[in-house]
């Protein structure tokens, strides 16, 4: 036997784990039996049980609204809310079924009727009225508007709160995991007071619907008790009146707790613990004021006003001032108990160094002059621009930009920042708050005023402009930009060249996950039996170096599973990828179905060629002045391009192509290099020039 008497434990907790485990069930069921609730009679007993579970269901939501620390501690709140809103509205419904079915409707009913109305159905039916005006004029209305001007201020906060948590992570104040739960809280804060704003609405229309059925059941159970039940005209008012207002009361007293809930809720915004300590401890800080109120009072029971009750409250107030005058200082307490042991209170936890050790994958420093670009307070969206460059990146180029960290520097001079790609600097430029920046696109038709620059993204030249001379500068002719998005259009030029740089396997693992949720058997051919992840990482960079598109992943993957059957060299791979994505590659740079290119002498492309097979990749060995006179013709044809408006693309056959973008890359980086076998079927091709060796054009 005394082997057996652990069992008993054992098996409550297994019936609690059921039960546990069974309540998502048991809600979801009672959810749906709400809307029966509306369609289906029940019995007047059955309707006390679930009147009484209505009016305890209240009481247990304005107790935890009360003990809530904060909003987020009742995160349900808003889909309660509803749920108790349809919950008591099958109650008024299945109630006025049965009032104007049978003349009763229950003991709890007719209970509350009686107390309320007594002998006097006019004072009753104002009571109810003045319970129905309290919850809807004042506690619904201005718990709406609250929870509106709540959602409102901590959507617009957002930003500046982001930004807060960045600095004290990069100052070492919290850690990732920390940073990551105030991120959390702070979008669970938004959505919380958002769905509380459009939650409010059902309290709302809850206090109108009950006022409509009330109405409607004193107007139909009058005229069901005279033309049905054969009651006199006094006998059937009375009647209804004292039913209907029962009804209405013992709905309407829920409804009214869970109004004040909603109020509590949405109001407690900057509480530090639950609603008693906050009430009391806050009423007693300030001494004097206990004081003040104590001599009115005391001045009150002078004049003759309910003199023994004001002496008394002013006794009892003035006691409260002296303990709270002669009570310790907040925080001393702790002090002097921990004096003997002064510096194992007050001793720093080990300080964590390993998060020191890694870099963010991009980094944005600002001058403390460009901080109004950031701060939300004084209208700076460069934030907001920075997660809308993330998005089109994600959208032109197909990788996840990892988050961009922006954060103050006061090294830099106050009007600079700096852009660095885990950790090392990969550009600097100045932009002037105070002014715009003045572009010439050619069409300028006069000259205007403004501090000479450059402008960070392309490097052309531009001036500074005050805001006030905008419109002349656009009536001239010039393209006229402001500080945030100068700022914003840099970053997303130096997204689109560091872009190998942003995609590491971890990356490419990611986007491999998300194909391989669509795509299961893509993936599953090609990883890890034919490639790597890291060999996949390569080719995606490559196509990336040369500002190619990667978002049409499957294709890529498919690709590659084929030509990996024949070799698995990386410069192959990305040439058969390049050949695959030719329409795509065309649409990049065709205008009009048109695509204008520099060709390339056939005895350069036989020379490039020939030079490659003597090398053991696709660079080309050849002698200094060869290379020389082909980048003197190549910056002649692209200078000859650029001055007809055109984008410099030079094509060529696909056998020489690596070899002569990686020839031309360090004279013209930004050089377009692209074979025949990706142009798309059906583009027209229209040559404006010629690469060669001679010196004849």
Known sequence: MASQAPAA?????????????????????????????????????VLDVLLTLNIGLALVIIG???????????????????????????????????????????HVIDFFGQQVIGDNYAVGFVIFLILIIIQFVVITNGAGRVAEVAARFTLDAMPGKQLAIDADLNAGLITEAEARKRRSDIQRSADFYGAMDGASKFVRGDAIAAVIIVIINTIGGFIVGIAQM??????????????????????????????????????????????????TGQLMRQPNALLIAAIITAVFGVANLVRPLMFGLSALLFFLYYRRRNAPPEGATLAVAGAPGAAAAVAKPAETIVPLLSYD?????????????????????????????????????????????????????????????????????????????????????????????????????????????????????????????VVATHLTELIKGHAPDLLGRQEVSALLDNIKSHYPVVVDELVPGLL???????????????????????????????????????????????????????????????????????????????????GEDAYALLDPNTVSRIYTSLTRQIGTASNAGLTPIVLC?????????????????????????????????????????????
């Not at 889909?79 to 049965?98: C, G, H």
């Not at 105070?434 to 038709?445: D, E, H, K, Q, W």
């Not at 990706?678 to 583009?683: S, T």
């Open 64 to 106: 935890n609204a009360l003990y809530a620390e904060n909003a987020l501690a009742f995160s349900a709140f808003p889909t309660l809310l509803l749920i108790v809103t349809l919950f008591r509205l099958s109650l008024n419904i299945t109630a006025t079924r049965s009032i104007l079915l049978h003349g009763y409707a229950g």
């Open 9 to 45: 434990p054992v098996e409550g907790t297994s019936i609690a784990q059921r039960l546990a485990a069974s309540t998502p069930i048991l809600v979801a069921g009672a959810s749906v039996m709400l809307v029966i609730l509306m369609i289906v009679s029940v019995p007047a007993p």
């Open 230 to 279: 054969h009651m006199s005209f006094p006998q059937a008012l009375g009647h209804f009146t004292l039913l209907t207002v029962g009804e209405g009361i013992v709905t309407q007293v829920p409804a009214l707790l869970i109004s004040t809930a909603t109020g509590i809720i949405v109001t407690r915004a900057a509480s530090e613990s639950d609603f008693g300590r906050d009430i």
């Open 361 to 485: 994958p991009m980094e944005l420093e600002i001058g403390f002059g460009l901080i109004p670009l950031v701060d939300v307070n004084q209208g700076g969206d460069l934030l907001e621009r920075i997660t809308l460059i993330r998005r089109h990146a994600a959208r032109d180029l197909g990788i996840v930009v990892p988050p961009i960290r922006v954060r103050d520097n006061l090294q830099l001079r106050p009007n600079s920042y700096v852009v660095k790609v885990y950790g090392l600097e990969v550009a600097q430029a100045e932009v002037m708050v105070s002014r715009l920046l003045a572009m010439n696109p050619g069409t300028a038709t006069s000259p205007i005023d403004g501090i000479p620059t450059t402008e960070p993204a392309f490097g052309l030249p531009a001036l500074w402009i005050p805001e006030n001379a905008r419109a002349e500068a656009e009536m001239s002719g010039y393209t006229v930009i402001d500080p945030t998005s």
């Open 653 to 697: 056959s696909p056998a020489v192509r690596l070899a002569l973008k990686r020839l031309t890359e360090r004279a013209a980086p930004q050089l377009v290099v692209l074979s025949y076998s990706e142009i798309a079927p059906g583009l027209r091709v229209e040559s404006i020039g010629q690469i060669s060796t001679t010196d004849d054009e």
């Open 532 to 614: 790597t992840v890291g060999e996949i990482q390569r080719v995606l960079q490559n196509l990336l170096r040369e500002r190619i598109p990667i978002r049409n992943l499957v294709m890529i993957l498919e690709t590659l599973a084929d030509a990996a059957r024949v070799s698995k060299d990386i410069d192959f791979l990305t040439e058969k990828v390049r050949a695959a994505l030719a329409r795509h590659i065309s649409a990049e740079y065709a205008e009009n179905g048109l695509l204008s290119v520099i060709t390339v002498d056939p005895r350069l492309e036989a020379l490039l060629s020939e030079a490659v097979r003597r």
